[in-house]
């Protein structure tokens, strides 16, 4: 008796700091294709973005955490945070295929990362190993030769940036689950920096 292959989505991002809408089109994605995980791997911050207080690697890490402690489908992944190398999202597929070489894997991205894929780092390596879910707003993105991807209808309003600036201002925000708002002002998280 044969079984079929775990079905692993991985999900990468800054999650600075993850949000309901980041949950959300997990969900989604994990509702429309039947997976069985979804891996959240938040990336190292560019130390040369200037004009923000991006949180540690290790604040977002537990923020993510947090956020998805009650979703039993849900793991956060440290790969991109611990790893030597650059983060490439090829490699990242490449190092996870090997831990999982029996699992399906896919690659979850909003339409603007999908029309950005061609300017990725060797994004025919990450397409010969894992399908792409797009998710999409109204606008359904056209498929690319070679790569398989399935289309996922749905948005959320919620913006990082939008949430940042929000706290930074002294405002709550009602786009972060309420374990991750306590974390942020426990830990005072994204202080107020003057232009």
Not at 10 to 25: A, K, N, Q, R
Not at 26 to 47: H, M, N, Q, Y
Not at 64 to 89: R, Y
């Amino acid at each position: 008796m044969s079984t079929l292959p775990r079905k692993i989505a991985l999900f990468g991002g800054t999650f600075d700091p993850v949000h309901l809408g980041h949950l959300h089109l997990a969900t989604l994605a994990w509702e429309a294709l039947g997976l069985d995980e979804v891996r959240f791997i938040p990336c190292k911050i560019s130390p040369h973005k200037t004009g923000t207080h991006p949180a540690s690697p290790e604040d977002r890490l537990k923020m993510l955490q947090l956020a998805t402690a009650d979703l039993p489908w849900a793991v956060v992944d440290d790969i991109e945070l611990t790893s030597g190398t650059p983060n490439f999202s090829y490699r990242t597929a490449e190092e996870i295929q090997r831990q999982q070489p029996d699992a399906e894997l896919y690659w979850i991205m909003g339409g603007d990362q999908w029309a950005a894929l061609p300017r990725w780092k060797h994004p025919e390596k990450l397409a010969a190993i894992v399908q792409f879910i797009v998710l999409a707003r109204d606008d359904a993105p056209a498929p690319r030769e070679g790569f398989r991807f399935h289309l996922v209808h749905g948005e959320h309003p919620a913006s990082a940036t939008q949430i940042r600036e929000a706290i930074a201002a002294g405002r709550s925000s009602d786009d972060l689950p309420r374990t991750v708002a306590a974390y942020i002002r426990d830990h005072g998280l994204y202080p107020f920096s003057p232009g």
